[in-house]
């Protein structure tokens, strides 16, 4: 028997299929082949890589939306990493977890003016050990497989994984092993090798010996599984004679990688000459063998229109390959004369994998354990692969899809492999063309033009319609993914889906809006644990399959993590809900409004309202106690937690979506007297200086470097400082932004957003720039700068770094406060188009600009309703429906015209004549 949630899934997947394979409607609803606007700047954004040696920087992605895989070479064939969205180890062991935080105890520890520690424990209670989000892996999504295709199985080898030089090497010079590097001063490089599997209660030391050059320098880092560092031995200043170094490994742990650097710290030929690296201990030595060079590879090719993954493999001994996550049915279909096995992903806190095989179908099938209370059932999924001659079939299949998932994917491997394999890729070929038909983009900055069209075929591998929604990483690189790979709502997992909507793909976001929605009783509850206030409160992490009701949980504290410090930006509860917003705006829908956005936005304003009513000040409140994501942590009697610029502005977008909502859905005047009321209390955002003030992140704080830039926030993506706000808020803002430090993590698409709102000069340099600096060769996008090295970008693809498109996207269109404007961010000289770019309203726009003025403008109206642009010319014309019948428009003071609109109607604007 199918349960509700299978039943759920199945159809809003037959939806998702549906949707993909419908031809596109024109404006008359006529059907019409797809046309995909700009076919050259999509073919422009093809990935091609001349070495797929690496699963981080030149592993090609494919995915459905559902499954994913990365694809790159390793042990002289090729390697697929398959992935599923709703696999999840959603273990939460919560028997060690201190007591929720209460707002009530934060306030007395305030007022006391004792410093407040994380955890924040009621009087008289002690705590220690690790809780539940510190001590395991899981909460995570997990892998399901490792497909081989040709080559040998992989020992450990060495391979580079930092070249910053202009020369870096790894060669036998006799005995000895030499890397080196030269230019520019203080470039270094780093060779690993992998995979290990050496216990440190076995192996407890590692021995090196080594000389060099004087201006050489190492590092040694010991990496265990999810890129645990278990050693980092700083950098050392080599010896110029041979030397022995011996580094002591905590026990306990598993070695998976070891990591070798090498510095020049002058620019010139510097030189690390390794004789000898050993682990030794209980179990005797284990001789690292430093002649193992990585095994050939060769280039790589993808094809986003076709959404297919080529293998160039030449003369290299790489088989040649091409891969496809097939658009109707979660399957790959791969191409390649090598033979194919398929591994299991084995872990220490999973059980064993069982295997078989039906018929030549192989297959593996990976129990996940429930809960020990169970609050979390478990689940099951099993990976299953056919061949055919050339032709290989791998198919996934979960619990959640099916009671025998085994049987299951064995029989959808079986039949992807015999059916007629033209058919498979016509279908799958035919769905794509449809998904680029939607929309498109043609802008003179190369790399802008592809970071569009790549971020959104990123997104669309995925997500889409009816699958899980996807984490902090796309496909996995590992068994433990950074931060559980888990939804972190302080922005991360709101930006993944920023570039969606623009792009006239708000249909991605549904995952969001259903993950967020599923999550409301628990939200309603939390409310009232932690602050017991009425409404929601949506944390800043999130998990995949959470009870709905913590009040039925048997586990401690209802089945619930919060983070003590980070969990409480009051600002985070709006923001988690704005992306459901969004979808509305850009597709209005009363039932989407309903059903979906308005419980949640609703619950969040009466929290907002609840919380405002409790602060302090007859008139302006003091808004708080909070913490600046993410700064200044509880500060001893709250003296930089209240005030905070990004809590102002997310509660103040919040109110007025709810106000908005509720009148639109003629429901709720109470609620909406009540949040005007508090909005009217809502403080000032806080200064810094006096001649020419700054904003800063909260109240009695100096600037600060920001990892997130809390100060521009009310620009974006609060949305409440616009084009439209008085002179002197926006030369605030401008200034802000202008004078905003940040450690270039987390604010590389809300600042260009923010700039592109204001107007701000050298908008579009700025962006090149920050994505060209985090550009890896496969077309993703790391979180920081690639140089100098960040660890955190060793940590997988960020899913964050897919909403890149919507930065590209404001430089051509935006529609902020309902109001369109054309190219406000791009040079007056700049050539650019677009074609169906959506805004605000569910309006379709499409415009060229070249020889300094918009030459094209055409816009869709989907649902009726009044539009609002800025005009482009000093006079304007508009004809309804081709009739051309140009009658002409009377802009308001702000160059703004307004009309009503028909569904599906179609305005085409031009220059009018001006006045005499």
Known sequence: MISSRMADRAWIALLAVQVLMTPAMTAAGQSTPPSIPYPGALAGADVRVPRLHSILDHALLIGNGDINALVWTEGGGVAMALTKNDVWDARLITKNDPPLPTLARIKELGKAGVPIKDPILPDGVTWSGKDSYHATAHPCPRACARLRLGGNQPGPTWRPIRAEGKHNAWQRRGPLTVMSIEGPKDASNGYALEPLALSTNDHGKLRIRLSGTENARYFVDVMAPGNENILGSKWIDTPTHSAERVFDLPPGKTVQRLILYTWTEDGKLAENRFESVCFEGAKGKYEVDLNVVAPPTCAGRLDLRRAVAYVDGGDTGVPQMEARALADRNAFLIRTPAAASLTALESKDLPSPTRGDRDGVTWIEQAIPSDPDPDWPGMRFAVAMAARGELKAVAIVTSFESNDPTADAVKLARETVAAHTSQLVQRHEQAWERFWSVSGIEIADQLLQQTWYRSLYFLRCVSKPGAQCPGLFASL???????????????NIQQTFWGCYAANHPELAEPYDRLIA??????TWLARQVFSMEGAYYPHVIFAYEPPDPSACKSKNGHQYIHHVWGMTIGVNGFTVQPLWWHYKYAPSRKLLEDTVYPA???TARFYAAFIEQCDGPDKVRLGPSVSPEHWAWTPHLTRNYDCAFDIAMVRYTFAAAIEAAETLGKDSDLVARCRKAMDRLPPYPLHGSDEPIVVDVQGAPPTNYNISVPATPVFPCDVVTFRSSADEKALFTRTIDKLQWNGNNATV?????????????????????VKARTRPNGTMSLNVLEPYHNFNDFGHYTEQFGAGMAVSELMLQSVADVIRLFPALPTTAQAAFKNLRAQGGFLVSASHENESVSRLEITSTV???????????????????????KPLAPDADRIVSLQTKPKETLTFRPGKKSP
């Open 750 to 770: 809300m600042l260009a957003v923010s700039r592109a709102r204001l107007g701000m000069p050298d908008t579009q340099a700025w962006l090149t720039r920050e």
């Open 518 to 523: 599923e999550y409301l009783p628990r939200a």
């Open 864 to 886: 009726g309703g009044p539009l609002r642009l800025v005009s482009p010319w000093p006079a304007i014309e508009v004809d309804r429906d081709g009739q051309t019948a140009w």
């Open 477 to 491: 690189i590992n068994d433990a993914p950074a931060w559980h790979g888990d939804y972190h709502t302080n922005y």
């Open 601 to 603: 936005l609703r619950e």
